[in-house]
């Protein structure tokens, strides 16, 4: 029987657990931060959770249009609903720490073997956690990511805020500023806006979400702007300060942004340090992260990686299908090696920005030749009758034979959305398959036949 040394608790350490015991091996998990990891707790599931609150204040703010009015006459409803944090908070910890719960009892159920701990390597195959050696066959490791912050702007967990950090807030922020306009920082802006708070977003670039599609953060930024949200686009932080009731952040021109609260959204550094990886022949790239191959290994023999710590597209998706690829290399299950053009992601903004496949930025710079079609939601019926303007369906296919390669969906639970494209680009259909499926009318969803429809190719 195999033994598998699994070092981190997030997705892709637990999803490859699982997938571990399912093969016949001897599974045990080791992990410092509780069954889940940061995406559990902290991060993915937590700031979720805070969205889908802020996506109810968005569709309260916005029913006065259709009609709904409340019983004090108010012709704003919006203007009589406001939001508890602390509750709100209350309800984000409870359902991550389930979430948790839940996780740890499907490992319990795998009779994988978990011990609470800092694990480190002591050559290939072994690991130490404390005093125990614990030899393995496999090591994975799957310890995740923190957050970045600026030097000398040290988040103090009460005004100066990472993303980990704010669901210890039990009052709303007057003032939040946003440094970073990527898409954690995106989220966190467009969360707060829609609950309530003043939002200043501070941007170095010169538009939102700049790894995104450029159309797409056009859309934002016309809601932001139409909402009342600030961003200072071209704008890099210095520094951020604690003052006595607030902050102020310096930007590197010499302007100054006061604000109730900061939220640092400069990025992530991976948990890699004074882990013996690079002595047991685990090479590290640019920044630290684990540098792994498509099946998950890393350049030492047996040791493989999955999730944030590879730099690899830090999402949860990924993390779990890197963790599930290892273990079937591993074990010499059939494998398919990861393949970065099918992974399907989302921004939870509103609206919500969710992508597959090629990008336009390819496209625009000649790297592809696919055609694109573009569908705006403000011709779609469904989309009006709930009272959506802002948004779009975009495809790109290929020139001759119509396979689609890509797709972008701006709208309200784009998350939901982007589902038949992804099965499109992953099944490689035709652009006149996905148009000849029916849809229902009216829906949403209607527009992505529409586009399917655009682009098809006369024989």
């Not at 979430?99 to 072994?126: F, M, W």
């Not at 125990?132 to 066959?137: F, G, Q, S, W």
């Not at 210095?238 to 003052?243: A, C, G, I, K, T």
Request: net charge negative; hydrophobic share 45%; charged share 20%.
């Amino acid at each position: 029987m195999a033994r598998v040394v699994i070092i981190g608790g997030g997705p892709g350490g637990y999803e490859a657990a699982s997938a571990a015991a399912q093969l016949g091996a001897e599974v045990t998990v080791v992990d410092s931060d509780g069954i889940g990891g940061s995406c559990v707790l902290t991060d993915c599931v937590p700031s979720k959770t805070l969205i889908a609150t802020a996506e109810v204040m968005t569709e309260v703010e916005e029913a006065g249009e259709l009609g709904v009015r409340l019983d004090d006459g108010d012709d704003d409803p919006a203007n009589s609903v406001r939001v508890d944090l602390s509750v709100v908070n209350q309800r984000v910890k409870a359902l991550a720490a389930a979430q948790s719960d839940g996780i740890a009892r499907r490992l319990a159920d795998d009779k994988v073997r978990v011990i609470h701990g800092r694990g480190r390597l002591d050559g290939p195959e072994t690991v130490v956690v404390d005093d125990e050696r614990l030899p393995a066959d496999v090591v994975l490791i799957a310890t995740g990511a923190r957050p970045r912050v600026l030097k000398g702007s040290e988040p103090d967990g009460e005004r100066i805020l990472t993303w980990e950090q704010v669901y210890e807030l039990d009052e709303l922020p007057e003032k939040l500023i946003v440094v970073g306009s990527g898409v954690t920082g995106a989220e966190f802006a467009s969360a707060y806006d829609a609950l309530g708070s003043e939002v200043v977003l501070v941007s170095s670039r010169d538009r939102v979400l700049p790894g995104e599609d450029a159309d797409a953060a056009a859309v934002l930024e016309d809601v932001f702007q139409r909402r009342g949200l600030t961003v200072l686009g071209k704008s890099r932080a210095e520094s951020v300060q604690r003052q006595v009731d607030g902050v102020v952040v310096t930007l590197t021109d010499g302007r100054k942004v006061m604000g109730s609260h900061a939220l640092l959204a400069v990025g992530s550094l991976p948990n890699t340090d004074d882990m013996g990886l690079v002595e047991s022949g685990v090479s590290l790239g640019d920044g630290g992260f684990i540098t792994a191959d498509r099946v998950s290994r890393t350049t030492a023999r047996g040791v493989y990686a999955a999730g944030d710590c590879t730099g690899v597209l830090m999402l949860a998706s990924v993390a779990a299908m890197q963790g599930r690829i290892a273990m079937s290399h591993a074990l010499g299950d059939a494998v398919t090696p990861l393949d970065l053009s099918t992974v399907s992601s989302n921004v939870f903004t509103a609206p919500e920005i969710a992508t597959v496949g090629l990008t336009q930025a390819v496209v625009d710079a000649g790297g592809s030749t696919a055609l694109v079609a573009k569908v705006p939601l403000a011709d779609n019926a469904r989309a009006k009758m709930q009272g959506v303007r802002d948004g779009f369906v975009k495809l790109f296919c290929l020139p001759n034979t119509g396979i689609v390669v890509g797709g972008v969906v701006v709208a309200p639970r784009a998350s939901e959305l982007i589902h038949p494209i992804s099965l499109a680009v992953g099944a490689r259909l035709t652009v006149d398959q996905m148009a000849q499926s029916f849809t229902v009318y009216p829906s949403v969803s209607g527009s992505i036949a529409e586009a399917g429809r655009r682009l098809h190719l006369r024989n």
